[in-house]
């Protein structure tokens, strides 16, 4: 049984950090790319970022490009996001979500990805 399991989410001040964990288990992830999506009350999904599992290639919303990084440990099975520099308008529920193909052709689509964790939520406020 596949599960992706998000943590790391909590209340922050802006300008500061956070960083997420996706802890995956259950197949061999290695022909998977791993995104980031993230979910604000009233809004539709939107995508964050992505990762190849195999080779590592990056790929970013441009409102969080320099912001955010989308990292991977093989070792752990494990997807991370580091979010520095966080605005209000990063505040959402995250998700971590497994798309079977690594290509990065319609990374951006929610719909492409068919595993998806339960979500951590995220709030960036003063």
């Known amino acids: 049984q596949v599960q992706l399991v998000e943590s790391g989410g909590g209340l922050v001040q802006p300008g500061g950090s956070l960083r997420l964990s996706c802890a995956a288990s259950g197949r061999t992830f290695s022909g998977y790319t791993m995104g980031w999506f993230r979910q604000a009350p009233g809004k539709e999904r939107e995508f964050v970022a992505a990762?190849?599992?195999?080779?590592?290639?990056?790929y970013y919303a441009d409102s969080v490009k320099g912001r955010f990084t989308i990292s991977r440990d093989n070792a752990k099975n494990t997807v991370y996001l580091q979010m520095n520099t966080l605005k209000p308008e990063d505040t959402a529920v995250y998700y971590c979500a497994a798309k079977p193909s690594l290509s990065l052709v319609l990374v951006t689509m929610s719909r492409e990805y068919n595993y998806w964790g339960q979500g951590t939520q995220v709030t960036v406020s003063s």
């Open positions: 990762i190849r599992w195999s080779g590592g290639d990056t």
